[in-house]
C-alpha cells in the first residue's frame, strides 16, 4: 500500500493540487470552506504531510523513529542509546518522539510525529496493554513496527524481555560477589511487569 499523496488528497476533495499545497503549508489565501474540505479530505485519506521533501530523490537513507517514555529516566534512554549506536553500525539515522503526556493518544501523537519525518521503521519503547498496542499499531500504517513494552500476549511485532530471568542473573550475579543482603526497588503495581507476573 503506497503512501497518500497530495494528489490523492486534491482528487478526493475535488481541488487543484497546488490548494492541498498551500492548505499543508498553512498558507493565508485560502478560503475557509475549501480549507475545512481539504483537510476532512487529509484526516479521511490518513494523509500524513511529508517534513523532509528536502531529502534528494533516490538519496534517501534509513531512517528509524522511535517513540518512547522520558528519557529522563534511565531505561528509556539508555535503550535509545543502543539503538542509535546499532543503527550507526548499520548506517542508518535515528529520530526520537518522546511521549509527553501519559496514555495511548499521547503514544499515538508520538508515532504520528515520527510517520511524517517518513521513517521507514518504527521501534514503540512505551508500556501500553494489548488493546492500545494494537490501536497504536494501526496507527503506524504501514510502516514496519516494533513493540518493546507490551505483554508477550499481544498478538503484534514486539520484543519480551524475561523479567524472571534477568531478576535470577542479577541476584546470582550478587551472591556470586559475597552479598547476603539484597534488596528490590520495585516500579509500579499498574506497570505491565507486575501485571503480567503470575499470582
Do not use: W
Amino acid at each position: 500500500m503506497k503512501p497518500v499523496t497530495l494528489y490523492d488528497v486534491a482528487e478526493y476533495a475535488g481541488v487543484s493540487y497546488q490548494t492541498v499545497s498551500r492548505v499543508v503549508n498553512q498558507a493565508s489565501h485560502v478560503s475557509a470552506k475549501t480549507r475545512e474540505k481539504v483537510e476532512a479530505a487529509m484526516a479521511e485519506l490518513n494523509y500524513i504531510p511529508n517534513r523532509v521533501a528536502q531529502q534528494l530523490a533516490g538519496k534517501q537513507s534509513l531512517l528509524i523513529g522511535v517513540a518512547t517514555s522520558s528519557l529522563a529516566l534511565h531505561a528509556p534512554s539508555q535503550i535509545v542509546a543502543a539503538i542509535k549506536s546499532r543503527a550507526d553500525q548499520l548506517g542508518a539515522s535515528v529520530v526520537v518522539s518522546m511521549v509527553e503526556r501519559s496514555g495511548v493518544e499521547a503514544c499515538k501523537a508520538a508515532v504520528h510525529n515520527l510517520l511524517a519525518q517518513r521513517v521507514s521503521g518504527l521501534i514503540i519503547n512505551y508500556p501500553l496493554d494489548d488493546q492500545d498496542a494494537i490501536a497504536v499499531e494501526a496507527a503506524c500504517t504501514n510502516v514496519p513496527a516494533l513493540f518493546l513494552d507490551v505483554s508477550d500476549q499481544t498478538p503484534i511485532n514486539s520484543i519480551i524481555f524475561s523479567h524472571e530471568d534477568g531478576t535470577r542473573l542479577g541476584v546470582e550475579h550478587l551472591v556470586a560477589l559475597g552479598h547476603q543482603q539484597i534488596a528490590l526497588l520495585a516500579g509500579p503495581l499498574l506497570s505491565l511487569i507486575h501485571i503480567s507476573e503470575p499470582t
